[in-house]
């Protein structure tokens, strides 16, 4: 939970609410990216970002987000993150 | 869940960056003069730290003279029993959708845990994000959704954002059990306890990342103690290990920074003022094992009340039912703020596992109890 998991966003969904596709080791997610947007909300494609729990917390380099990836992997984390995200598209099922 | 498989130094993904790491630490710790008798205690404050440390063996790695002592950084840990008790009677009123992340299903309270109430009927659900518990409020008008809130720093920004998005949407069924909490208040608790002797921290990143670093200014500045903010790979762990330490051999006290790539000097601005907007401090906010702790829990703000879970159910801290005591024969309080390890803990491996967790600390695997459980454990088997 307090460790978050790299994701690159692929597109904005929706401007207004301030949301984005992010793909997450290879697994699809919205994700707000209101504490990341600064003025152009476009530029943020390609990007990648920290999530934590469905939101976008900081902005971090490629090598950074791989880095952190297999530590989280290491860790058990990153399945335990991807297994959430499951359980919550369950959930809203 | 099945057993991890070990991991040494020599696995680590950077080993020659490891033991280069390694070796300054113990020439550090030898010129302060820190011995296996004599330690100097370095507190991660962190439970992502605390995982990292177990998963990778540094404990053992590091030279004999450096102990860590494990810090209240784990918020389901923390959690009181109080809380999960109104969890679950918030979770059994007809018509509620309770909503929870994962990591707080098995967090034990007097009648039930969690995971306990959705067996016997209620509607829990696990969630990943209070995103998605928004969208179940969209989606199921009749019904109200309920959202735990619960964590530290890092967490907060995302219910307080969650909860100004349903304002703007004027949803009307939708509302959040606010359990946040706080990192500096409790290290300062720490602090002032005569009985704990803590040479230096290692900061929370991803807590940091939110406040930024000057909230820690009071430790260097009223208490003298080094503190250096961390990233939770193994090298950035070892790397603040070594700051802490050169700190202590130079005679100094600062709040320095390893984790600069993703923790900005003065945290995140939206993120600061969303919470800002959306939450005040309490006077003060029970923690399991530590008591309560004078303005170290938030609660929604008058303006934002008709989502506030507290308020909507007529429970929580307003109503003065408080101060149901916590369990018997376990140490988790002892062991939440490092004065007993796990294992001094006569319930650990016994009644306590993290299939039948007794204490909080062996419900996440950010729990001292369960990482020493998951790793530690195994290692000295294995040995
Ligand atoms: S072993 Fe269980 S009861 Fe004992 S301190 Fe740890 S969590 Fe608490």
Known sequence: MCLGIPGKIIAITDAARLMAMAEVSGVRREVNVACVAG????????????????FAMSLIDEDEAARTLEALRDLGEAQEALDQMAAADEALA | MTAPVLKFASEFRDPAAAKVLLAAIARKADEIGATRAKPVHIME?????THSIFRYGLDKLIHDGVEFIHGPGCPVCVLPMARVDECVEIAETPGVIFTTFG?????????KSLIQAKSAGADIRMVYSPLDALELARRNPGREVVFFGLGFETTTPSTALSIQAAARERL?????FCNHITVPEPIKALLDDPDMR??????????SMVIGIHPYDFIAADYGKPIVVAGFEPTDLLQSVLMVLTQIAEGRAAVENQYGRVVPEHGNPVSLAAIADVYERRPSFEWRGLGEIDASGLRIRPKYAAFDAEEKFGIGYATGRRNVPELEGCACGSVMIGKLKPTQCPQFGKGCVPEMPLGALMVSSEGACAAYWQYAGAREAAE
Do not use: K, Q, Y
């Open chain 1, 39 to 54: 003025n152009d909300l476009e530029a943020l494609v390609g990007a990648w970002t920290l999530i934590h729990v469905g």
């Open chain 2, 45 to 49: 404050i962190c439970g992502g730290h």
């Open chain 2, 103 to 111: 990591d707080a299903m098995r967090v034990p309270g007097h009648r």
């Open chain 2, 172 to 176: 009307t069924n939708f509302s959040v």
């Open chain 2, 198 to 207: 803590l040479d230096g921290f290692i900061g929370p990143g991803h807590v």
